[in-house]
């Protein structure tokens, strides 16, 4: 009979945080938690089915670590913009680059801000894909089938080929972005795990997914990620989804009640 209980009470507050987390969904949509300009938007048009589009939103990707993302999409997109510094989106001049051209060339906007680090990770990255796919990411993709989940496993089975670009947060809100602002068709969009990155986590922590104790854990971005992906089993709500409402309704101090 206790246990009964329990998990109806259990039943209860998991329904409760579902309601919350379809709220801030609508609030989102009805541009009410802001955003109607997100750090990506800052970007050169190019054709939404172009490798040229695919390399523009990965490579600066690798870089979005501890940083603004808005800071750090604007440098890329004036790094695009100026002819002596936009062959870093090409994968081929960048392998044939010198270290310290490719360095000068992404510090000068700001798109790196470790100049020692930073450009080997970027040029490693280009390396790689010309591995996997002569430079070619539509290639690389499809080579997957275009499914998150086997794209996923390569990257993690490569880890050291993708250097960041492999990290728990950066490779599903990477993978998100692909789903957001290409013409490209994903399979398996569901496996896309919320981005925990500290809004989502502050956010987390407001809805009663987690607690302060919670946040000191090594692995809290796995946590996370998991916690939510129980919590909306059978919602129809991918996690991927919660990331841009929780990051507004954070990034806005909470302002909006739910």
Same mark, same amino acid.
């Given at each position: 009979?206790?246990?009964? @209980?329990l998990f109806l009470c259990y039943n209860t507050i998991m329904n409760e945080i579902i309601q919350k987390v379809r709220k801030l969904i609508d609030l989102h949509k009805a541009g009410a938690l802001g955003g109607e300009i997100m750090p990506e938007d800052s970007k050169p048009y190019l054709p939404n089915d172009s490798n040229e589009n695919l390399l523009y939103l990965t490579l600066p990707m690798a870089l979005n670590y501890q940083r603004n993302s808005y800071k750090l999409w604007e440098s890329a997109l004036q790094t695009w913009q100026d002819k002596t510094t936009c062959d870093v989106f090409d994968v081929h001049k960048v392998a044939s680059m010198e270290i310290n051209s490719l360095r000068e060339k992404?510090? +000068?906007? /700001? %798109?790196a801000l470790q100049p020692n680090k930073q450009p080997i990770i970027w040029h490693k990255l280009c390396l790689s894909f010309i591995k996997y796919s002569e430079g070619d990411l539509i290639e690389f993709f499809n080579n997957l089938g275009f499914d998150i989940l086997k794209i996923k496993q390569f990257i993690l089975n490569h880890k050291p080929d993708f250097p960041y670009l492999s990290g728990t947060k950066i490779l599903n809100y990477w993978l998100y972005v692909l789903t957001q602002y290409t *013409?490209?068709?994903? +399979?398996? @969009? *569901?496996?896309? *795990? %919320?981005?925990?990155?500290?809004? %989502?986590?502050?956010? *987390?922590? /407001?809805l009663g997914v987690i607690t302060e104790q919670d946040i000191q854990r090594g692995d809290i971005r796995e946590f996370v990620s998991q916690k939510w992906r129980s919590i909306l089993e059978g919602s129809g709500i991918d996690s991927i989804d919660l990331h841009t409402p929780f990051w507004l309704w954070s990034r806005n101090g909470f302002k909006i009640d739910v």
């Open positions: 009979m206790l246990f009964y @209980r992404l510090i +000068k906007y /700001k %798109v *013409s490209f068709k994903f +399979k398996n @969009r *569901s496996e896309i *795990s %919320v981005a925990p990155d500290t809004h %989502v986590l502050q956010a *987390s922590l /407001k």
